[in-house]
């Protein structure tokens, strides 16, 4: 029985995974001027990182191992490593000898779009479960 | 009685196959699932599902469950199988009426 819900489970993973990318655009977002971040350094944009979830399982009835798919799920949340933007502010309390503040690598124009993608593609894990659903829907419409 | 219409898994299948050429040499029915345990088995999983539903809506609600689209998808799922429950009731009912109709 659990096999016929197996698809929607995977657009769900996909739905968590989407949240974890909208969680860190906002982070970035929230972040994008922020010159303290961790050990003095200014913020680094932040990217979460997703993985395929596949796992062998023993198949009962043959006795042999088959992979099974389980979605997608975030292997972790890595720093972007592209160059911080240096700004010219002599009245900033961060700026240093020359009045340059170094500012976080955040573009906010990319995270908007990144927004836009996130929420597409939760739109679009939403849709493929409701496909899903109405061909459940269908099939019980058999006979009818 | 034996009906044999509502048997989605094979194994079972295989078993009653057996276990009705093995009737005539020992009356031991142990290992006979009968159609009505079938019935009973899968009606618990379908109250399990609305259960686990019920239980994740109260977490959610409690603020112990973060994700949304959990509490719908088990919700969803919990609907449709019982929506499959359903049909299958509808179609015992359906042949017990249509034996009811039987004449004699």
Redesign the interface.
Same mark, same amino acid.
């Given at each position: 029985?659990n096999n016929?819900?197996r698809g929607?489970?995977i657009s769900?993973s996909g739905?968590?995974a989407e949240?974890l990318r909208m969680d860190t655009i906002s982070s970035n977002i929230a972040n994008a001027t922020t010159t303290r971040g961790k050990n003095g350094q200014p913020y680094i944009r932040k990217v979460a990182v997703f993985q395929e979830n596949l796992q062998e399982e023993l198949d009962k009835?043959s006795g042999t191992y088959k992979t099974s798919f389980k979605g997608v799920k975030a292997v972790g949340i890595e720093d972007d490593a592209s160059p911080l933007r240096r700004v010219y502010d002599p009245s900033h309390p961060d700026a240093d000898k020359e009045g340059y503040v170094t500012m976080p690598n955040v573009n906010i124009l990319n995270e908007m779009a990144d927004m836009i993608a996130s929420t597409r593609a939760y739109e679009a894990n939403?849709n493929s479960?409701n496909a899903q659903?109405n061909m459940?829907?269908k099939a019980?419409e058999i006979?009818r | 009685m034996n009906i044999n219409a509502y048997i989605n898994n094979t194994?079972i299948f295989n078993e009653l196959q057996k276990n009705q050429l093995q009737k005539n040499t020992s009356e031991d029915n142990e290992k006979n699932v009968s159609f009505l345990d079938t019935l009973k088995d +899968?009606l618990n999983?379908v109250n399990d599902k609305q259960i686990e539903a019920d239980d994740l809506t109260q977490k959610f609600i409690k603020g112990e469950e973060d994700?949304v689209?959990?509490v719908m998808?088990s919700t969803?799922?919990a609907k449709?199988?019982l929506?499959?429950a359903v049909?299958i009731r509808n +179609?015992l009912i359906d042949a017990y009426e249509e034996f009811n109709r039987m004449q004699i």
């Open positions: 029985m016929v819900f929607m489970r769900s739905l968590t949240r009835t939403v479960m659903k459940f829907s019980l006979g | 194994k +899968k999983e994700d689209h959990k998808l969803e799922e449709m199988s929506e499959l049909q +179609k």
